[in-house]
């Protein structure tokens, strides 16, 4: 379906994307995560047509979009803001992009009526927009982009400026009609539980390149890379320099303590390598590490402590603060 | 100064009765005792003889309705076409300050708003300095024979000089702050770049538009002093005929019903441009400038913007900078000399302003209409704001009086300066002699700027900082001092600048008004360039360029202490 190939784009000499390439197949969601400054909203607005990459092309079907201007392009695109016309109302709102494409009168008021139902807004027809709820406006900007019946869909953080009630409701509701209609779909987003619970694929984003790749699970389970895992906040994460191979594992030396560690990478003695360690992952490992309590914040169905050496763990009962004490862990291997 | 006394304790009831949230109804109209009885006094007592005068029956004949229809008609067709002009040259500029981003775009921004805040009478000075018959471009092609002065595209010219900043603020601020996601949105939802534009941008602007068109129309309507100076009297307006009637052939029925006339049509355009000017805040999210601008791609696209940016600067900076320059510049015959013009530097026409010569057209030298100005916009200052800041007081706290009482208030922006000058004639004819009617005329037309000058300062002062300072161990006084007056004198400042720069311009009353041995700087430029000589017209030009050098001064003043946001109507 929509294939990206090595887009590369700057401003004054500031690289903003640097060779980046992906696919979205049918029916497929793709988030794109990363921190403000990533370079996630401009990949979009290339895509959408609304800004020229410096070089690298784009494909849709097959067929380069390279001079197809962006009016022409029939991807939709969802604003953080909304970008809801402020001089036309709910339902005039929603039937531009269909006079746009000079639709026949019944076919417009059929087609808004509809989407109106998709995203629970009738009865919103005649309201002025500007009087509308933060959530209800952008319903009514989804509403637009689907009444258009769009090749793609693209969501620049849609729900950043939402409340956290309002967010996870639509957030169901955007999952479930992104699976009723099919449309293929990039979405934008810095915030990886949306990420997570939107995506069929994730692309993580930094410093204007991809830097992972994967099912949410694969992603969440493999970060790859020390700064994947501190981005998604897995745990621990420290570095650790090998010293010796032992059988099918590598013996690694920290700040921490010795570790021995699986990984399937081949390494040489004195390689720098970034560790993992989650905080649920007490008693699921052989690995040892010891320190003082520093610190004990219930949380719900847990405690979160924290060491003096600055390592946290998330543990069923509590120990004392100012406490010695040792858990096994499971240490992970970051490359 | 009996007077300025009372004001002053009125004033002080003012200030030691600001702190608390609200007035009293009896400090209320303690307040307003002052402005009121002067605006009865200066406007409405006039106003009345005037309306008085329009309805006898030596006013209402018909061949003075023939007339006024005729003078009318002309009015409305100079300024509609005006109008259209400015639009022409305003719109491409507002855009390109809205749109694009180009070397020494803040200079030539500025530049356009200086002939806003000119005196009329040194616009027509620099039109004529450079596109008259004594002008730079006869004296360096002096064959051509093109005449400039006396026609209707002088009158034009010089409104677009005026006016066109107005649109390149409204539209051009209306145009940046729009959310340049609306036009993607658009784009992306199959809208190509015309229908992005009929679509959605020009539905957003349309307030803006229609209220800075409106503004533009107003203002040409009114205009006096161009009319008077680059046209002549045969091109008459509704102003010019009431001056031709009250001075030149004397018919004062005639001028008083054109005046009302003059008067309903102001009103009723003032009314039109409060409706939509208040229409055109429905903006939901204005969007910082920055993200709107944009560099010129294509070699077309670069072209086309030297080219209209080059318009433009030459288009604002000719008539300004060609005033200065002929004040210095001499194209004469030597004195009594019928021989060769002779050409050079010359510093004649500035120390010919200090002799006075017999057979003179003053009866001083000329350089006391320069004195006398000062002296008249030193009182116009005093007047202004001791009327003015028990006023502010006031409506800075509205309660139903002042709802009522301010339209009231701004009443004489809506009035022409040369009705202001007939009215004062009809009711205090007696007392021409008397040197307080000028600076008198020249406070009710500078106290509605000075109000709105002085009212949103003290509105903005909240409460909360008050009652910070006083929680943080500030005494009352300290408060004062510490709080509300550091504000209020930047707006003071402002407002006195204000009321300086509008006395030391003001045409139209000051034309009527004035005895003929108290000129002020505009009427000797006006006397000056009426009389024929070379050596009358030098000094035209430097009188015109020591009042554009006090009013530049004035203006740099005012935008060195104004606060952003206030001052406005």
Redesign the interface.
Known sequence: MLEIQHIFKGYDGKPILQDVSFLVEVGETVCLLGASGSGKSTLL?II???EDADSGSISFDGRDLSST?????????V?Q?Y?L???LNVSENVA??L???RLPQNEVAERVANSLEMVNLRGFENRQV?DLSGGEQQRVALA??LA?RPRLLMFDEPLGALDRTLREDLLNELRSILHQTNIPAIYVTHDQEEAFAMADRILILHGGEIVREGAPADVWANPESAFVARFLGLGNVFEGEVREKLDKKWGVESAFGGFDIACEHEHRKGDHVHLLVRPHSVGKGSNIVQGIVSDVIFQQDRFKLTLDNGLYFYLPSPPKVGERIQVSVKVECLL | METGKQVSQGVHAGVSMVVPVSLSARSRILLWILPLSFLIIAFFHPLSRILALTFEPQALTTEHIQLAAHVLLFTFYQAILSTLLTLILGLPAAYLFARYNFHGKSLLRALTAVPFMLPTVVVAAGFSALLGPRGLIHTIFPLSTFQFIGTLSAILLAHVFYNTTIIIRVVGNALSSL?P??E?????????SP??WW??TL??LRPALLASTLLVFLFDFTSFGVILLLGGSQFATLEVEIYLRVLRLPDLPLAALLSVIQLVCTILFSILYSRVATRST????PRSAQSNLRQPKTIREKIALACFIFLLTSFFLLPLSALPFRSFFRVEADRGDRGEVQYGFTTDYYSELFINRRGSIFYVPPIRATVNSLAYAGGTVLFSLLLGFPAAFALARPTRLERILDPLIMLPLGSSAVMLGLGFILSYGAWLTSPLLVPFAHTLVALPFVIRTLQPAIASIPQRLRQAAASLGASPLEVWKNIDLPILRRATLAAGTFAFTISLGEFGATLLISRPEYPTIPVAIERFLSQPGGLNYGQAMAMATILMSLTVASILLIERVRIPGSGEF
């Open positions: 607005r959408a047509g609304l201007p962006a009016h022409l392009r029939d991807f939709g695109l604003f803001d970008a016309f402020p001089h531009f992009g006079k746009m494409r500007t637009r982009v258009t | 959310d996601k609306l993607a949105a658009a784009r992306s939802l199959g809208a190509d229908r992005v679509h959605v539905p957003l429905i903006q939901t999210n």
